[in-house]
């Protein structure tokens, strides 16, 4: 269809709408087929838009579509129609072109499109259209759901979109060429959706819990009636200017007229006293003109400071990818009326709907249920709404769904998101700007809401305050926002409204930081440490030819070889050769197919004897399947096996990623590098702190921003100087300032004629060219300085002095060193020595070469591969096979020290080949040497002579030591203990048996079973209480989690403070209450230490076995009350006296030493008749004994319990102590019998006792 025709038919179909005839539009019969054409003509319309220009300029909208709606609204198929055709018309042209068109004649088409768009708008500030539009929404948002129609909610959302659409064209400026308080077409739309009160629909839209699938629409149509507008117009909007508004005012006239007259007498000044024609001429000395001569000067020597060579010379053109960014439209102040209606909306919106609206759009959003773009709406609603509220009244409960650490994370994660953008889609890099700009408003409106909300007279309210900056200074993406921001600012891309913005943040975030630093003296934040890793993919090792000629010539050689040796290899080589890694997580299965890669590769690279030893080393690893060989295999079989797995196709896996560390000295810079952030906690320090703004990268914004001083607001200047000032004074950084450009822009500063308005500026530029004069007396290279940017480490020395030549720099070698590096490194190589590296070192020319150096050397000159290959092997880890030599000494050592008091650690001192406590714990019960682990336990002294057993004990010293104050003698215990600890290996599987000995040894069972005992009797009163008031679920959960963690430390090995986190309502309440606190303290949890934390929590240093004895105490038991009663002296469950019980104290210390010296004398004979006891058993029996001694001094323990004790015979304590490993069992057994009341009480002191050594 040509051109011609689409015209005369879309004329005709015009014609067939109807006419205006004055006020009353006649519409024609076909008049609702003729709009349906009209939507039809649309939808084909070509790239020009032709049809759409055509109807805007016969003027469609304004002569027929407007006057059919307003006058035959009744006719609800027509209006239908009308919406439908309107919101086609009237889409942005933006849309319709989808960008502004670079070419000229489809700009023109746009510049059409606008202009049309412009002239609906005119059209629509009409009352009547917006009268009959909010009369149609009303009576359809009376409709209940139930009865709504889904074209009901078309014709609903239809509305919505016409009226956005209308808000967003664009206004005309050389149309609008109006002042402020004047009265836009903008303006008098806003004014016609007021006087219909479309406004209040708006309004019920956003607040009304039905309607919310509109949140969107009402939203855009908030943000579009607010464009060009200020909260602070709005709210200063029907009131006199407050007193510090005047004074603002007037300091802001004052600097003006100051200005002015500076510059008056400046040019009072420039004149001189003879006439212009007679200035005369002028020669200046040293400085030269074109040719060799000194320039002459042919104007009045007043105006020669501002000489230049550039005067009359053509400006040089920016090209455009280096001139600043545009600024987005300035903002306008709207007529007082629509002001005043506008306050009244935003206190209304923000009183009953913004809460509401924010949380469903929020939710929208996350959930991905709106279109591209449109959190840029929810970050103006919140920027633009939040600075009303500060203004207007503060109240932090009209912002509270938008004040929450889930904002500041969803603006820092849109902010990153932008700038990741305007890198990559470089096109677009303006629209990303500008949505940056905006994040960045909304997070700055955040903080400063922060702020507010420190100042209120609420008690909570601060205290929520202090909640969400704990959290904002402790995560370090939220903290170094600024930092980052700062360092990627780009002029080109980010206008300078934005860099005002992001200053004046900057100073506040940090102003705010560091009152919230002064009032703590340590702060914890998060840290993210990043870690490099180096891909080897594309650095595969190289390998000889694998055609079959060549393996048979390789075969060759390696069978002469092997044969040549007779099959033996050396013990040095033997011990080196290791088949696996035992701490790999790599599966055996699949370190046993990479043993048989690494057989193949030796064979490749031609070196036999490895091969072998690496064959023989995995049939002793994995001798199931005789896969490397049986172990009665004959020499033949043994090459013939070789031979097979040097022609085999094996499966070979990619190169693991190797971690490269930061002592490397950067080896292997070409490969790829991957990362990976390990977070850990660190103090914080504020100072510390500032000094990453000390950079030229961060200092450049601030002096880009400080060119425009005299357009920049005081408190921008404010915030230059600021920093400025805490990078030079209290970093004592002024030399990063010494450069050329910033001493000119200070000169400007202190030659302008209004230096008086900028004091602070002034004063700070004298500072620091006094410092600079200082400096340069000092050290005359500083003005060679000037010329270049510095950074922390040229500041040092330009203050402090330069480093000598050559300091500093890596040692470089010679050709000499290289070719002697090379030979050693060529004769070494196969001398299977455990480390070529430490050989080498001593046999260099230059003694001061290191470690570090020579493996660079060696990979950077190709000897090797990779550094790792030198890697300096821990010592004990990598051993695991056992030659028999070792096996013999292992097995003498064992004879010699087996009745020593540390068999194990005067073992692991005589050894010649280190290994790790666990390797040789293993060994010794695989050769059957122990029994069992506890045999290898140091036996402990009970007393101060440091005696291990009863025998060798008098009887006097025997019972003098019971009569001895334990708690001194348990404390010199502990600290032995802590050195012998500290003494121990520091590796894991060291550690890991350590914790296994201290935890089934009876180290601390003397000094803690009194007290173990008094605490269970506390805590089950405490527990009875708290049963009495409904509380069993919480103490459950508490028992669960103290037994999980105790698990996780056991299983894990580590200790890490852990939270106790309620998720039901009741563990909630009962973590308020103040006697399931008490009870939480009893038991050593810690209460939250400051507002960082929220929840209690299990200390660290409480071990697995005590989380297990304070979870056992929380079980409720019967016998609970005679527990209290064991301890607590004559008292029964009922709290009546007993006469039994003060009958059994007043039995006499003789009587109890007659029954220890009966106990004495037969374990001696005991002892005599047999020839040897094993050493668990004498430890036990003075362990048993001592602690009935303790029992026996306590001046409430009864006699008849302690004779109860010390004459049980040896089956019933070997008995009771198997029986104390259960836990659960010795709960149920406690309640089983209730009368034997001596044996059950002996059983629970049995139970604490392990569960200490536990």
Avoid at 397 to 420: C, G, K, Q
Wanted: one cysteine or more.
């Amino acid at each position: 269809m040509d051109l011609f025709r689409m015209n005369c038919e879309l004329l005709a179909t015009c014609s067939a709408l109807g006419y205006l005839e004055g006020d009353t539009y006649h519409k024609e019969i076909d008049c609702l087929e003729s709009v349906k054409d009209l939507i039809r003509y649309l939808r084909h319309e070509d790239d020009t838009r032709d049809v759409r220009q055509q109807l805007g300029a016969g003027q469609i909208v304004q002569n027929d579509l407007l006057p059919i709606i307003i006058q035959h609204g009744q006719d609800k198929a027509l209006f239908d129609a009308c919406i439908r055709l309107m919101v086609n018309l009237t889409q942005p042209a933006m849309l319709c072109f989808g960008k502004v068109p670079d070419d000229p004649v489809f700009r023109h088409h746009f510049l059409q499109v606008t202009s049309h768009l412009q002239a609906y708008k005119e059209a629509f500030a009409s009352e009547r259209v917006f009268g009959i539009l909010s009369e149609t929404l009303y009576n359809l948002l009376q409709l209940d759901w139930e009865q709504r129609q889904e074209e009901d909610n078309l014709l609903i959302e239809r509305i919505l979109l016409l009226v956005r659409n209308v808000l967003h064209v664009p206004a005309d400026p050389c149309e609008e060429k109006k002042v402020d308080d004047d009265a836009s077409i903008h303006d008098r739309l806003l004014w016609a959706i007021h006087m219909s009160g479309f406004d209040d629909l708006v309004k019920f839209l956003a607040s009304a819990q039905c309607e919310q699938q509109w949140s969107m629409h009402v939203l855009e149509i908030i943000s579009l009636m607010f464009r060009d507008q200020t909260p602070e117009a709005f709210v200063s909007a029907g009131h006199a200017r407050s007193a510090v508004e005047k004074q603002r005012d007037s300091q802001e006239l004052e600097a003006l007229r100051q200005k002015e007259q500076a510059e008056k007498r400046s040019r009072t000044l420039q004149r001189g006293t003879r006439h212009s024609r007679f200035g005369g001429s002028y020669v200046v000395h040293g400085l030269k003109s074109i040719g060799d001569k000194d320039v002459i000067y042919h104007r009045n020597l007043h105006n020669f400071k501002n000489y230049t060579h550039d005067t009359g010379k053509a400006v040089r053109r920016v090209p455009k990818r280096n001139r600043w960014a545009k600024e987005s439209k300035d903002k306008r102040r709207s007529a007082l009326n629509v002001r005043l209606f506008l306050r009244e909306f935003c206190v209304d919106f923000l009183e009953n709907c913004y809460n509401r609206l924010m949380y469903l759009v929020k939710e929208s959003l996350i959930r991905e249920h709106t279109q591209q773009h449109d959190e840029t709406y929810y970050l103006w609603a919140l920027s633009f709404f939040m600075a009303f509220n500060r203004g207007n009244g503060f109240r932090a409960d009209l912002v509270s769904e938008t004040m929450s650490i889930r904002a500041f994370h969803f603006i820092e994660r849109n902010i990153t998101n932008y700038y990741e953008m305007m890198l990559t889609d470089r096109k677009e890099a303006t629209s990303w700007s500008r949505r940056m700009h905006l994040a960045l408003k909304a997070y700055q409106e955040l903080l400063l809401t922060v702020n507010e909300m420190d100042r209120s007279q609420d008690e909570s309210i601060r205290q929520s305050s202090n909640v969400i900056k704990s959290n904002i200074f402790y995560m370090m993406e939220y903290r170094e926002i600024f930092l980052t921001l700062l360092r990627k600012f780009d002029e080109t891309r980010q206008p300078h409204s934005y860099l005002k913005d992001l200053v004046e943040s900057t100073h506040f975030f940090l102003r705010m930081l560091e009152r919230f630093c002064k009032g703590r003296n340590n702060l914890m934040v998060q840290r993210k440490r990043v870690r490099r890793k180096k891909s080897q993919g594309g650095k595969n090792p190289s390998f000889p030819e694998t055609s079959p000629e060549a393996l048979a010539e390789t075969w060759k050689i390696v069978e002469e070889e092997l044969k040549g040796t007779g099959l033996q290899l050396s013990e040095s080589l033997t011990e080196s050769i290791v088949p696996f890694d035992a701490t790999s997580e790599t599966p055996l299965e699949e370190q046993r197919t990479e043993a048989m890669v690494r057989v193949q590769d030796a064979l490749l690279t031609r070196l036999g004897p490895e091969a072998l030893g690496l064959l023989r080393a995995a049939r002793e690893v994995w001798p199931e399947g005789d896969v490397f060989g049986s172990a009665d295999v004959e020499p033949e079989e043994e090459l013939e096996l070789l031979k097979q797995i040097l022609h085999a196709n094996l499966p070979r896996s990619t190169p693991p990623e190797s971690v490269a560390e930061e002592d490397d000295d950067g080896i292997e810079l070409e490969e790829e590098e991957l990362e990976s952030v390990q977070v850990s906690e660190t103090e914080f320090n504020f100072l510390d702190f500032v000094k990453r703004f000390a950079s030229p990268n961060i200092v450049r914004p601030y002096l880009l921003l400080l060119k425009s001083y005299s357009k920049n607001t005081p408190h921008t200047n404010h915030c230059i100087t600021r920093m400025l000032h805490r990078l030079a004074v209290d970093l004592k950084m002024d030399a990063l300032l010494f450069q050329l450009s910033v001493f000119n822009l200070f000169n400007k500063i202190l030659c302008d004629p209004a230096a008086a308005a900028y004091r602070e500026l002034v004063t700070f530029a004298k500072y620091v060219l006094n410092r600079f004069f200082s400096l340069a007396a000092q050290n005359n290279k500083v003005y060679v300085e000037l010329l270049f940017w510095k950074n922390v480490g040229a500041v040092r020395e330009v203050t402090e002095g330069y480093s000598k030549e050559g300091e500093g720099k890596k040692p470089t070698w010679t050709e000499e060193e290289e070719e002697e590096l090379r030979k050693l490194y060529e004769e070494h190589r196969h001398s299977e020595v455990p480390d070529i590296v430490e050989t080498l070192l001593p046999l260099l020319s230059n003694s001061t070469r290191t470690r570090r150096q020579v493996v660079t050397q060696l990979v950077r000159m190709g000897l090797v591969d990779n550094a790792k290959e030198l890697k300096k092997q821990t010592k004990g880890t990598r051993i695991v096979l056992w030659t028999e030599e070792q096996e013999q000494e292992l097995q003498m050592l064992f004879e010699e020290y087996k009745d020593s008091d540390d068999v194990l650690g005067n073992i692991l001192k005589k050894l010649t080949a280190k290994r790790s406590r666990a390797r040789v714990v293993d060994k010794l019960l695989s050769m059957g040497m122990v029994s069992e682990r506890r045999e290898l336990y140091k036996k402990r002294s009970r007393n101060a002579q440091g005696k291990s057993s009863g025998k060798g004990m008098t009887e006097e010293e025997f019972l003098a030591g019971l009569t001895q104050g334990s708690p001194d003698d348990s404390v010199d215990r502990d600290d032995e203990e802590d050195g012998e600890d500290e003494s121990e290996d520091s590796e894991e599987e060291e550690d890991e048996e350590q914790e296994r000995e201290e935890s089934q040894n009876g180290i601390r069972r003397s000094q803690s079973m009194h007290s173990t005992v008094e605490r269970r009797a506390d805590v089950g009163t405490m527990v009875n209480a708290l049963l009495l008031k409904g509380m069993s679920g919480p103490l459950l959960w508490l028992q669960n989690c103290l037994n999980r963690t105790a698990n996780d430390r056991e299983d894990d090995g580590l200790s890490q403070p852990v939270p106790l986190v309620p998720l039901t309502e009741a563990n909630e309440e009962a973590m308020d209450n103040k006697s399931f606190q008490r009870l939480l303290r009893k038991l050593g949890m810690r209460a939250p230490a400051n507002e960082q934390e929220s929840f209690w929590r299990i200390p660290a240093k409480i071990s697995a076995s005590q989380l297990r004895s304070a979870a056992a105490a929380l079980t409720p038991r019967e016998d609970e009350p005679k527990g209290g009663e064991e301890q607590d002296g004559p008292r029964s469950p009922t709290g009546e006296p007993q006469e039994e019980e003060e009958e059994e104290e007043e039995v006499s210390g003789e009587q109890r030493a007659q029954a220890l010296r009966a106990l004495l004398l037969a374990r001696k004979r005991k002892h005599h008749n047999t020839e040897h006891t094993a050493p668990v058993s004498d430890f036990t029996l003075i362990e048993e004994t001592e602690s009935t001694a303790e029992r026996s001094q306590g001046p409430k323990t009864s006699a008849k319990r302690s004779r109860s004790r010390v004459l049980d015979d040896d089956d019933e304590n070997e008995h009771d102590s198997t029986t104390a490993m259960d836990m659960d069992g010795d709960a149920d057994s406690d309640r089983e019998n209730v009368s034997a009341t001596v044996k059950r009480r002996r059983k629970m002191v049995l139970i604490d006792d392990e569960e200490d050594g536990d």
